[in-house]
């Protein structure tokens, strides 16, 4: 594409799939969409395709006017395809999905709009954004920084993979990508209905050689809505097989992260035989997932997969022992006084669906 074509492109299209959450989407647009729109509408446009039925897509266009390049689904397209739609409606140099429900910090949105230029000139392709959650109490942990994956702020994507430990872009508020349709409905038809879609879509804008960045401030607040979403842990164990072995034709070594995500989800399933969580159909999945533990043996998978076949009864107090020692070497705090104060904790905790 032509320099002179480029410079008419909008720099970043953010990108909103939806549906049936008027009430959040109204929030975003109050407290964030509005504003950003007053003061970057040449600088920006908004995307937002709507899986809704008729009478919240209505609500939803009550809300967001003309100002907004909206979109209503014919069908319901499930959240990869309107993943998918919205890339497509997309015409920005870059691309940023967010969530209806994403909470965005105003400063750290404008620190990425003044920085975009500098990256489009500079031929950087990937722009990756530190999200934060808070505690009860009130404290702070920043994720996605340089500091959580180890690399400098400026590196290309062949760092940035090697090693490649954690699954990036699994938020994919986290993430500015220079928009690159050619391999999108390839993607689409690899990995339809699969809710980790975005990871695949956001490689194959991507080449090994592709500048990264990390942005200095936060711009997404996180916070997890366990009452969201229709998943079950083992269709998620299977979803991120697929992108492991997506990956690996990419060249990147996922040995590590299979066993992880293994473990990750053994664990999960773990925490609902322990009381702390109620993950539906747990106890059922626990099987079809067990069933791959010839691919990923050692000495924790063995004692966790032995651990989620001994009756419930029998593992709750030792896995709460367990998660209130780790509670307590998480906070740098290893006393006797935290581990039973997070004991009694747990002990009375009890877990709503998919907690």
């Not at 919240?56 to 309107?82: C, D, M, P, R, W």
């Not at 916070?223 to 690996?248: C, E, H, P, T």
Request: aromatic share 12%; charged share 25%; glycine share 4%.
């Amino acid at each position: 594409m032509s320099e002179e074509n480029q410079t008419q492109k909008k720099l970043l299209s953010i990108c909103i799939p939806t549906y049936n959450r008027p009430n959040k989407l109204k929030r975003l647009y109050d407290f964030f969409l509005r504003r950003a729109l007053n003061e970057y509408s040449n600088q920006i446009e908004i995307v937002v395709c709507d899986n809704s039925d008729n009478k919240n897509a209505q609500l939803n266009q009550t809300t967001l006017g003309n100002s907004v390049h909206y979109s209503k689904n014919e069908i319901n397209l499930g959240f990869s395809g309107n993943l998918v739609r919205c890339a497509e409606e997309a015409t920005g140099q870059f691309i940023w999905f967010i969530s209806d429900d994403d909470l965005v910090d105003w400063n750290g949105f404008r620190r990425l709009i003044d920085y975009l230029p500098y990256a489009a000139e500079q031929g950087i392709d990937c722009i990756m954004l530190p999200y934060f959650t808070k505690n009860n109490s009130g404290e702070v942990k920043i994720y996605n920084d340089s500091n959580s994956w180890g690399k400098g702020r400026d590196v290309d994507i062949a760092t940035f993979v090697t090693p490649l430990r954690q699954l990036p872009f699994v938020l994919f508020s986290s993430v500015v990508v220079r928009l690159d349709k050619k391999n999108l409905n390839q993607i689409a038809k690899e990995f339809s209905g699969n809710f980790l879609i975005q990871i695949p879509f956001f490689f194959s804008m991507l080449k090994m050689e592709s500048k990264l960045h990390f942005l200095d401030d936060c711009v997404i607040e996180f916070i997890s809505d366990s009452s969201d979403g229709d998943w079950r842990l083992a269709l998620m164990y299977r979803y991120k097989i697929d992108v492991f072995l997506f990956l690996k034709r990419y060249g990147i070594d996922v040995a590590t992260l299979m066993d992880n995500g293994y473990k990750e989800m053994l664990l999960c399933m773990l925490s609902h035989r322990g009381g702390i969580a109620n993950i539906e159909y747990a106890d059922k999945d626990r099987w079809s997932v067990l069933a791959d533990l010839g691919h990923h043996l050692n000495m924790k998978t063995i004692l966790l997969a032995f651990a989620l076949i001994v009756p419930k009864v029998l593992i709750r107090q030792p896995y709460i022992f367990y998660q209130s020692i780790k509670y307590a070497q998480d906070n740098r705090n290893l006393s006797i006084k935290t581990v039973v104060s997070r004991y009694k904790t747990l002990q009375h905790h009890t877990p709503t669906n998919n907690s």
